[in-house]
DNA sequence: TTTCCTGTCAACCAAAAGGTTGCATAATTA
DNA sequence: TAATTATGCAACCTTTTGGTTGACAGGAAA
């Protein structure tokens, strides 16, 4: 059993919960995928491809924008929605990061192994 | 404006909501770099790294396992927690997919552009 | 055996999420 | 100008989430 001497301070990082919780959503990542296939789209337009009401799209899109995963050009009454995927590098990193902290205790156990009992 | 005969039908993809939801909290994200970073550890050890109560982390431990972030042992009383970075690959490839079919249209608008007004 | 340790389960609670409807507003169109 | 269209905002409701506490059960240790 090993000790820990203090609480683990884990930042927040408010932006990388905003982005995963945004894109956990099986219609935000719906909405995403159209966006990509059919380039910058009316709200109106994406609306009508889903069952539920024009409000909850919008919800989502408002979602989506706040976590920057799409943008907005309000071109008179009408908003013209476009997929941002620069965002998904910073999802992408963590898990980057993840793997790299996995593999650096590997190579400090293959370390200790290797020196014997050291 | 352009016209969607029927609704989309996005498969709920239960999975890779389901893995995005579990990483999309910061304790859990912590609890994951702790296990890559110190490989197996009991419930106890975890937990009390943390200010919350035990019963907290043993919830976000099964969130973690129900998505398959986490594998446990049981020996005797003791659980031993380890992290499975195995799904991590779920999540890229939708990001995969996702910044190809938004590469795909890029092509396809470029083609018409090049082929002038036909 | 009696006591402690490790962990889950269940009940409960507050806050957040995902949806709905109704209304307001600004921009087009008739 | 009057009607329609495109959208956001607010209020409301239900379900989920993240946390708490209080049993409870199975292994270890006294």
């Known amino acids: ?39 910058p789209s009316r709200v109106t ?22 976590a920057g995963m799409i943008t907005r050009r309000t071109i008179g009454r009408t908003h013209w929605i476009e997929a941002n995927l620069d965002q998904i590098g910073l999802m992408e990193d963590w898990f980057k990061e993840l793997k790299s902290i996995w593999e650096l205790r590997l190579e400090r156990l293959d370390t200790i192994l290797k020196n014997g009992g050291n």
Chains 1, 2 share one sequence.
């Open 45 to 66: 337009d994406l609306a009508d491809q889903y069952e539920m009401s024009f409000n909850a799209i919008s919800k989502h899109l408002k979602v989506l924008e706040k």
């Open 1 to 39: 059993m090993y000790i820990f001497n203090h609480m683990v301070e884990y930042k927040d990082d408010h932006i990388l919960t905003q982005l995963l919780k945004a894109v956990s959503d099986a219609t935000r990542r719906s909405l995403l995928t159209q966006l990509c296939q059919h380039g």
